[in-house]
């Protein structure tokens, strides 16, 4: 019964939206691209109850996951910086300082999330607070740890977690009890590096370009990128990393793209420019020809209606590394933005449900899919948002206006893994016995106490 009541839901919310008018979108007009993006980023909001008595601070309810708050604060500081609008700033300084995880190093690793955090959670938390001191977004609370050293920590944390199986890499997950963790994925190697990128542009410290270095050498020998630039999504250990899924995501494009440019711009080399451009073609899978070769879509998951409840979102991140891409190296604007535009009056045409400002996922139809939820809105965001990256500044640095102050030890004293693999000392054998000492004492004061009782 509850089913088919679902059923019958959704097919009354299609019927509806067949009566309410989409988004209007002249992305030509920056007014109209500030007026959509307000009612999409309205719409988004809804899914956010951190602010209700009550709820979690910062985290988003089931059945999504801790990263995708994540990626949803970084997706409002960059609207912020699109359009001017403050609405949600104090909203987004107070989430993410609350998932900083001050006990363990504030390098996003807070207790209440090792039964799912990996390496690419904690990245996208830095790729926000790598936003907000690049595009100068106000600052959070003074006894908190900057922008910067956020990102820093983050870095830090990662760089001790570099593992030698299969010759180096990350592994997707942090904790060894947590499924996957015999898998390096890409995402979690391609924050790495886009990570690595961006401090190292910001700072101007070499060790982070070496790091960037490193990490592209490791990825670009392993089964996780092909000589001409297809990227894959993970490899198993297990098996020495011989091969590796080759399903398509388009963040895994969009991360290599971006860290790409950023290095590109940093260092000038043309290593990094012909790589930028390399990504930029094998990506055009992205944008399927028989929608035109413009209009985005998750390749993987939208054709099959397969798409779970992360995968939505990834086309945000793709459109904003591109938007970037085309700021940190100009002369790819033009193939850059005319995709950028036509995506966004796309997602903005699919933004018909609920009255008028639910987003659904197939940017190429006409009417709305019947698909909502966060990641849908998030995406819708980015790209209409993206059309207004030739008024936005460009990522400023520490030595061109950037105010967000760096701690390059940030996070070093932060434990890497959890605690199975922490070695077990004669501290911790001493401090067991005497606990263990103390229950039996309870316990037995407990047992005598009953037994005079009765």
Known sequence: MRLLCSRASALVALALSGLAEAIQLTVTDVGSVKSAA????????????????????GNLPDPYYWWEAGAMFMTLIEYWAYTGDTTYNDIVIRGIIAQIGEDTGSAFMPKNQTKT?????QAFWAFATLSAAELKFPDPPAKSPSWLALAQAVFNTQV??????????????????????????????????????????????????????????????????????????????????????????????????????????????????????????????????????????????????SCNNDQPSFKAYLSRWMALTSQLVPDTAGQILPKLKASAVGAAG?????????????????????????????????????????????PVTGSTGGTSKGDPSAGQ????????????????RAGAWVLTVLVILALGGSIFAMLRGN
């Not at 955090?117 to 959670?121: A, F, H, I, Q, S």
């Not at 004293?413 to 911790?428: E, H, L, Q």
Request: aromatic content about 12%; overall charge negative; glycine content about 12%.
């Open 117 to 121: 955090e990996g390496n690419d959670d």
């Open 413 to 428: 004293g932060a434990d890497p893994v959890a605690g199975p693999t922490k070695s077990i000392t004669t501290a911790d």
């Open 160 to 305: 001790a977690r570099w593992d030698q199986t299969c010759g180096g890499g990350l592994r997707w997950q942090i904790f060894t009890f947590n499924a996957g963790y015999n898998l390096k994925n890409t995402i979690s190697n391609g924050g790495f590096f886009q990570l690595a990128a961006r401090l190292a542009r910001y700072t101007g410290n070499q060790t982070y370009v070496d790091w960037a270095d490193k990490m592209w050498d490791w990825v670009a020998q392993s089964p996780l990128m092909t000589a001409d630039l297809k990227i894959n999504d993970n490899t198993n250990t297990a098996n020495g990393c011989s091969d590796a899924d080759h399903i398509q995501w388009s963040y895994n494009y969009g991360t290599f793209l971006v860290g790409a440019a950023y290095m590109y711009n940093h260092t000038q080399n043309q290593k990094w420019r012909d790589r930028v451009y390399g990504i930029l073609k094998t990506g055009e899978q992205f944008f399927p020809e028989k929608f035109g070769s413009s209009i985005m879509s998750e390749i993987a998951c939208e054709p099959t209606q």
């Open 350 to 394: 699919q933004c018909i449900g609920g009255g008028g400002s639910t987003c659904g996922r197939h940017w190429y139809e006409s009417t709305w899919d019947g698909k909502k939820g966060i990641g849908e809105q998030m995406s819708a965001l980015s790209v209409i948002g993206s059309t207004l990256i030739g008024q936005t500044q460009v």
């Open 38 to 57: 307000s009612t999409v980023a309205k719409e988004m909001m809804g899914y956010y109850h951190g602010e209700e008595p009550g709820q979690a601070v």
